[in-house]
């Protein structure tokens, strides 16, 4: 089944410029943070957790629940789980009651409650719960009013889920409950069966419950209300995405509705509304009603930051109204997006930015920051070059990594025809680790821009700006960064900055008890492409030119032929894979991990030390008609406030140095990010090119001066036609 879905890209272009002529919606952000006093005042234990969610809507009410683990007196700790409603009519949409469900439902402490279905029906709102009570381990389904005003749970009512042609469902599978007409429609798989077996569909009045038949369907991804008298089941059949509908009146399939496969994948169902996505910034729904796609906005002309918007789920969409929930730091916000009578940036330049892999929160940040400060530019952006746009899921099945190698290389070669046509973006996100597209050709030096700012050594981290100079130019601003090798003690490191390729096998016997961290890898290309990327800087000659014709990519693939299998044996790996270390935001009682340790550098011809790889980094692309703009864009992106942001080392020294944590825990960062002379880099479309030619060395089928003369013979001509 081929995911369609990030290949839907609008045909719909930004301006260059924001005017009247060019207008874009603007729709005015107001957010409030939801996290009931119930919540908020529940005593989370150091080492626990908490966590929200959205969900459901229904009517003008919203549904969150809130579940986490709190000390219990002396005793073990608890797990606590809250239900609260909102009342998203009210200006301020104000918490309506927040309620404790183990002490409404009269549950024990160990029992389990899970919500299944909340709705309105004879002028009551209801909810459906499973409860698995742990005292007899049995488990019910049981149907309660709920008191809009002080969320108090009355009339438990319960609800028959077996059917009576005599199958016992598998309880563990049972889900998607759906309400319409008096009924709950659901899904489960048949007791002895799993869910590689087909699906049963159902529908129960409360004493009654029969089956429907629906043999064609093999997979139920979700079910929903189509309208007030038709279900739709989201699914799969012969491998094709398909969604049906369900008649209430007759209870059985009346057929299909012809929906685009990219809505059916993955995609948030909206009860009567229809299929939710969110491409290219644009907040799209497949209607039910109106049968075709429809645009709710465009979220690059909201106040929602990037990240805010990426992961939101919509609550409710009227032709005025938005509103949508995501989740920050395991706590809810609310989005009300009401649409303005003006665009508040009409006269902008518009700056366009893109990426490849994320868009990380530091960046959307800084982007947020820089449209509300500048006059003169808007920023926006866009996922045209995102790699996964271009991956083909059918291959994934085959060989994941060289599927997801060919998608990079065929996003980069896409952006550097842009780029050379004049129609690129102004600002690339990310993309420092592919070499192919660091050439005045493609991105503007920045080296000069940086040594204007006269940064400080007390202020950034200077060597990695140093590290990411290539042959005297600086084509990435380096943002953020994470370090992987090895994270041994003093005593296994000694004095040791690599491991020689030659010398691995001994390493992995005497540090690893002869189980070798990179079998955490999926399969023989990964490892053999996680070593290349290692030392890609060995195969490129003084002119930019590859050359694998040299004893540092023979002895990358001899060790690979000798010694790692086409399939690795995870449960044979080690229990303590390559560490990857992101940066400082982590528990701190994670982070001790690094404490008294060294980080070493995974094996290489030259006994190299541990990489750096920049998770965040900007460029100005050779086709920006507003360089100056995107500039102060990247400028902003250094600010030491804009910094603070996500999860990763940042490189202004001064906001890492703020962070929350313990002395010890920061000098050994210290140690390990100064311990990095180099950064990841790569060429997706040679390394697939390799990854082609040398698995007939791998099965001795060529030597490997038969496969290198392929290989360079290959990779020249990509190189010649690049130009």
């Given at each position: 089944m081929?995911?369609t879905?990030?290949?839907?890209i609008?045909?719909?272009t930004y301006?260059?410029v924001?005017?009247?002529?060019?207008?874009?919606?603007w729709?005015?952000?107001?957010?409030?943070?939801?996290?009931?006093d119930?919540v908020r005042?529940?005593?989370?234990?150091?080492?626990?957790?908490m966590?929200?969610?959205?969900?459901?809507?229904v009517?003008?009410?919203v549904?969150?629940?809130?579940?986490?683990?709190?000390s219990?007196?002396d005793?073990?700790?608890?797990v606590?789980?809250?239900?609260?409603?909102y009342?998203?009519?009210?200006?301020n949409?104000?918490?309506?009651?927040c309620v404790?469900?183990?002490?409404a439902?009269?549950?024990?402490?160990?029992?389990?409650?899970?919500?299944?279905n909340i709705?309105?029906?004879?002028?009551?709102t209801k909810?459906?719960f499973?409860?698995?009570?742990a005292?007899?381990?049995?488990?019910?389904?049981c149907e309660?009013d709920?008191n809009?005003?002080t969320?108090?749970?009355?009339?438990?009512k319960?609800?028959?889920i077996?059917?009576?042609?005599?199958?016992k469902?598998?309880?563990?599978?049972v889900g998607?409950?759906v309400?319409?007409?008096g009924?709950?429609?659901?899904?489960?798989?048949?007791?002895?069966a799993?869910?590689?077996?087909k699906?049963?569909?159902l529908?129960?009045?409360g004493s009654?419950?029969?089956?429907i038949k629906?043999?064609?369907?093999?997979?139920?991804?979700?079910m929903g209300?189509?309208?007030?008298k038709?279900?739709?089941v989201?699914g799969?059949?012969?491998?094709?995405?398909?969604?049906?509908?369900i008649?209430a009146?007759?209870?059985?399939?009346?057929?299909?509705?012809?929906?685009?496969?990219?809505?059916l994948?993955?995609?948030?169902?909206?009860n009567?509304?229809?299929?939710?996505?969110?491409?290219?910034?644009?907040l799209l729904?497949?209607?039910f009603?109106?049968k075709?796609?429809k645009?709710?906005?465009?979220?690059?002309?909201?106040g929602?930051?990037?990240?805010?918007s990426r992961d939101?789920?919509?609550?409710?969409?009227?032709d005025?109204?938005?509103?949508?929930?995501n989740?920050?730091?395991?706590?809810?916000h609310?989005?009300?997006?009401?649409k303005?009578?003006?665009?508040?940036?009409?006269?902008?330049?518009?700056?366009?930015?893109?990426?490849?892999?994320?868009?990380?929160?530091?960046?959307?940040k800084?982007?947020?920051?820089?449209?509300?400060?500048?006059?003169?530019?808007?920023?926006?952006?866009?996922d045209d070059y995102r790699f996964w746009n271009?991956?083909n899921?059918?291959a994934?099945?085959?060989?994941?990594?060289?599927?997801f190698?060919?998608?990079?290389?065929?996003?980069?070669?896409?952006?550097m025809?842009?780029?050379?046509?004049g129609?690129?973006?102004d600002v690339?996100?990310?993309?420092s680790?592919?070499r192919?597209?660091?050439?005045?050709?493609?991105?503007?030096d920045?080296?000069?821009?940086i040594d204007?700012?006269?940064?400080k050594?007390?202020?950034?981290?200077?060597h990695v700006f140093e590290?990411?100079?290539?042959e005297?130019k600086?084509?990435f601003i380096?943002?953020?960064?994470?370090?992987?090798g090895?994270?041994?003690?003093?005593e296994?490191a000694?004095?040791?900055?690599?491991?020689?390729?030659s010398?691995?096998?001994s390493?992995?016997?005497t540090?690893y008890?002869g189980?070798d961290p990179?079998?955490s890898?999926?399969d023989?290309t990964?490892?053999?492409?996680?070593?290349?990327?290692?030392?890609?800087?060995?195969f490129?000659?003084?002119?930019?030119?590859?050359d694998?014709?040299n004893s540092a990519?023979r002895?990358?693939?001899?060790?690979?032929?000798?010694n790692?299998?086409e399939?690795?044996n995870?449960?044979?790996?080690s229990?303590s894979?390559?560490a990857d270390?992101?940066?400082?935001?982590?528990?701190?009682?994670t982070?001790?991990?690094?404490?008294?340790r060294v980080?070493?550098?995974?094996?290489?011809?030259?006994e190299?030390?541990?990489?750096m790889?920049?998770?965040s980094?900007?460029?100005?692309?050779g086709?920006?008609?507003?360089?100056d703009?995107?500039w102060?864009?990247?400028?902003?992106?250094?600010?030491?406030?804009v910094?603070?942001?996500?999860m990763?080392?940042?490189v202004c020294?001064?906001?890492f140095?703020?962070a929350?944590m313990?002395?010890a825990?920061?000098?050994?960062?210290?140690?390990?990010?100064?311990?990095?002379?180099?950064?990841?880099i790569?060429?997706?479309?040679?390394?697939n090119i390799?990854?082609?030619?040398?698995?007939?060395?791998?099965?001795?089928?060529?030597s490997?001066?038969?496969v290198?003369?392929?290989?360079?013979?290959?990779?020249?001509?990509l190189?010649?036609e690049?130009g």
């Open positions: 081929k995911d879905s990030s290949k839907v609008s045909e719909e301006p260059h924001l005017n009247e002529e060019s207008y874009m919606e729709w005015d952000d107001r957010e409030v943070e939801i996290l009931p119930a005042k529940a005593e989370v234990r150091d080492d626990g957790y966590q929200s969610e959205f969900y459901a809507s009517g003008e009410k549904y969150f629940i809130h579940e986490g683990e709190r219990h007196r005793t073990e700790p608890c606590y789980r809250f239900l609260s409603c009342d998203i009519a009210s200006d949409k104000s918490e309506l009651w404790d469900l183990f002490s439902l009269g549950a024990g402490e160990n029992d389990l409650i899970t919500v299944k709705h309105e029906a004879e002028g009551k909810i459906l499973e409860k698995r009570l005292e007899d381990m049995s488990i019910e389904w309660y709920v809009t005003e969320g108090e749970m009355t009339d438990p319960l609800i028959n077996d059917p009576d042609n005599g199958t469902l598998n309880p563990g599978t998607a409950f309400f319409v007409e009924k709950y429609y659901f899904s489960g798989y048949p007791q002895g799993n869910t590689s077996g699906p049963v569909i529908v129960s009045d009654s419950c029969s089956q629906s043999d064609e369907i093999e997979i139920i991804n979700d209300v189509f309208d007030d038709t279900i739709i989201n799969v059949s012969a491998q094709t995405s398909k969604a049906w509908l008649s009146e007759s209870n059985s399939i009346t057929g299909t509705v012809d929906i685009p496969e990219q809505y994948h993955f995609k948030q169902l909206m009567g509304m229809g299929f939710v996505s969110v491409e290219n910034r644009k729904c497949w209607s009603s109106e075709h796609e645009k709710e906005l465009d979220y690059n002309f909201t929602i930051s990037y990240t805010d939101a789920q919509l609550v409710s969409a009227k005025n109204q938005v509103i949508v929930v989740i920050i730091d395991s706590v809810p609310m989005h009300t997006l009401i303005s009578s003006s665009n508040p940036h009409i006269g902008k330049r518009v700056i366009k930015c893109a990426y490849f892999q994320e868009v990380t929160s530091l960046a959307a800084a982007v947020q920051r820089f449209n509300d400060r500048s006059n003169e530019y808007y920023a926006i952006i866009i271009y991956v899921e059918d994934l099945s085959e060989d994941a990594t060289r599927e190698n060919r998608a990079r290389g065929e996003a980069s070669t896409t952006l025809a842009d780029i050379v046509s129609k690129g973006p690339l996100l990310d993309g680790d592919y192919e597209i660091q050439s005045p050709k493609y991105l503007v920045l080296k000069g821009k204007e700012l006269n940064l050594e007390d202020e950034y981290f200077l590290m990411a100079e290539l005297g600086e084509f380096p943002l953020q960064f994470s370090l992987s090895f994270l041994l003690t003093e296994k000694g004095d040791r900055k690599g491991v020689k390729i010398d691995y096998q390493f992995v016997q540090t008890n189980n990179l079998y890898l999926a023989r990964s490892y053999f492409d996680y070593l290349l990327g290692n030392s890609f800087d060995l490129i000659g003084e002119d930019g030119k590859y694998f014709d990519f002895e990358i693939a001899q060790y690979i032929q000798a790692v299998p399939k690795i995870i449960e044979s790996g229990v894979p390559i270390l992101n940066g400082y935001s982590f528990d701190k009682k982070a001790t991990a690094v404490i008294g980080l070493v550098g995974i094996p290489s011809p030259d190299r030390g541990p990489y790889r920049l998770v980094c900007a460029a100005i692309t086709c920006s008609s507003c360089q703009g995107a102060e864009l990247i400028r902003t992106m250094l600010d030491e406030d910094q603070t942001q996500d990763y080392f940042p020294r001064a906001a140095e703020k929350d313990d002395k825990i920061e000098e050994s960062y210290l140690r390990a990010i100064d311990s990095c002379s180099r950064y990841f790569n060429d997706y479309t040679a390394i390799i990854n082609e030619e040398i698995q007939a060395y791998f099965y001795g089928q060529k490997l001066d038969d290198i003369a392929t290989i360079n013979n290959r990779v020249s001509l190189q010649n690049r």
